[in-house]
C-alpha cells in the first residue's frame, strides 16, 4: 500500500515569491493534516480536514498560507508570498478518521533565500 | 490546550530497557496520549496509543497513571536503529473544533553499541 505522497521534496525560492505544496493521502483516508516543522523542534499542525471541510485552521497564518482539499483527496498548501521565515519541512499526514494513528509523508523542505 | 513536556535527550546502550516520561498537566478528559518516532529527512511514525493504564504492542509499552497527567513510554531492549527523535502528543478523540493536536518538544534518544 502506498503511503502519503508529497511534492516536491525539496523547493529553493526567493522572498516575496509563491509556492505550492501537495499531498496525496492514503486511498480511504477522511482527515488529512498539514504540519511545519523547524529544525530541532517538533512538528505544528497548521490546518486539518475532515474530508473536504477544514476543521481546525487556527494556527494557519491566512494572511499568506491557503490550503484546499478539493474532493476530499489531494491537497494543496499555499504560501504567497513566502518570507524568510517560512524556512522548514512542511508535512502532510492522514488518518482514516481523525481518531486513528497518522500516516506521515516525508514531507517538503523549504528554503526561502 | 495539553501541553506536553519530555526530557531533552536521553542516552542508553544496545539491549537496555528505555523509559522516555511525558507530562501533561492539563490533559483533558477525551484527549488520548501518542507517541511518535522520527528518524533523520523523514515524517513521524506512529509508536503507540492509549488512554489510561497500560497498553503494549509488538514495539513498545504505554504506561499511564491513573491521573493521566503523565505518560511514560517503554523501549524493551533497544538497538542502534532506535535512535532518534520521540514525539509525546496529546490530542483529542472524533471531531473537535475547539482542540488543538500538539506535539511535544521532542526526546532525541541516542543508542551506542
Known amino acids: 500500500e502506498a503511503g502519503v505522497v508529497q511534492s516536491p521534496r525539496y523547493k529553493i525560492i526567493e522572498k516575496k515569491q509563491p509556492v505550492a505544496f501537495w499531498c496525496n493521502p492514503i486511498s480511504g483516508h477522511n482527515t488529512l493534516y498539514w504540519y511545519l516543522q523547524n529544525l530541532g523542534q517538533g512538528p505544528e499542525l497548521l490546518i486539518r480536514y475532515e474530508n473536504e471541510e477544514a476543521v481546525d485552521d487556527s494556527q494557519l497564518p491566512k494572511d499568506r498560507f491557503s490550503a484546499e482539499r478539493l474532493k476530499g483527496v489531494d491537497s494543496t498548501l499555499k504560501i504567497q508570498p513566502a518570507e524568510l521565515g517560512d524556512s522548514a519541512v512542511y508535512l502532510c499526514?492522514?488518518?482514516?478518521?481523525?481518531?486513528?494513528?497518522?500516516?506521515f509523508g516525508p514531507g517538503t523542505r523549504l528554503t526561502v533565500l | 490546550l495539553a501541553k506536553t513536556t519530555q526530557p531533552i535527550s536521553m542516552d542508553s546502550y544496545e539491549g537496555q530497557e528505555v523509559n522516555i516520561t511525558c507530562s501533561h498537566n492539563n490533559i483533558a478528559t477525551n484527549d488520548y496520549i501518542t507517541w511518535y518516532q522520527q528518524f533523520p529527512s523523514q515524517g513521524p511514525r506512529f509508536i503507540i496509543q492509549g488512554y489510561k493504564t497500560k497498553v503494549t504492542n509488538e514495539v513498545a509499552s504505554l504506561f499511564i497513571p491513573a491521573d493521566r497527567k503523565s505518560s511514560t513510554l517503554s523501549l524493551p531492549r533497544v538497538s542502534l536503529s532506535d535512535t532518534a527523535v520521540y514525539y509525546c502528543?496529546?490530542?483529542?478523540?472524533?471531531?473537535?473544533?475547539?482542540?488543538?493536536?500538539?506535539f511535544g518538544s521532542g526526546t532525541r534518544l541516542s543508542i551506542r553499541p
Open positions: 502528543l496529546v490530542g483529542p478523540v472524533g471531531y473537535s473544533s475547539a482542540s488543538k493536536i500538539i
Open positions: 499526514a492522514s488518518s482514516l478518521d481523525s481518531d486513528n494513528e497518522q500516516f
